[in-house]
């Protein structure tokens, strides 16, 4: 249950941060809610990366879709991915997972220190 609040928590922070902050602001999202929220380091990557997948995934998609791809679909051609739109969606929350994934460790590390 931890592991589902925290994971919303995660995804709901970083978009509110990606309001008003620059787009490297989800990782600080991603790193105070695992320095606050004690889990263990691998399930706090794990919040962290799916948190910022699914957010990443839901706002590209959401921006894409009203536009017909058009911009994506050059951008697909012009990196070797066939002109696959979905797989340039993909491509593009992985990279956000991976960094909010992350700085969720990140912040599951900085808590163990701090309690010990």
């Known amino acids: 249950m931890k592991f589902i609040i925290t994971t919303l928590l995660i995804a709901l922070l970083s978009f509110v941060c990606g309001l008003y902050l620059p787009w490297w602001g989800f990782a600080l999202a991603a790193f105070l809610v695992s320095a606050l929220i004690p889990q263990r380091p691998g399930i706090s990557f794990l919040a962290g990366f799916l948190g910022l997948f699914?957010?990443?995934?839901?706002?590209?998609?959401?921006?894409?879709?009203?536009?017909?791809?058009?911009?994506s679909k050059k951008i697909a051609v012009l990196l070797p991915l066939g002109g696959s739109t979905v797989l340039l969606i993909l491509i593009t929350a992985?990279?956000?997972?991976?960094?909010?994934?992350?700085?969720?460790?990140?912040?599951?590390?900085?808590?163990?220190?701090?309690?010990?």
């Not at 969720?104 to 808590?111: E, F, K, Q, R």
Request: aromatic share 8%.
């Open 94 to 116: 992985l990279v956000g997972a991976l960094v909010g994934g992350g700085a969720a460790l990140t912040g599951s590390y900085i808590h163990r220190r701090r309690s010990a």
């Open 54 to 71: 699914l957010l990443w995934t839901l706002l590209s998609w959401a921006m894409d879709a009203p536009n017909n791809s058009i911009l």
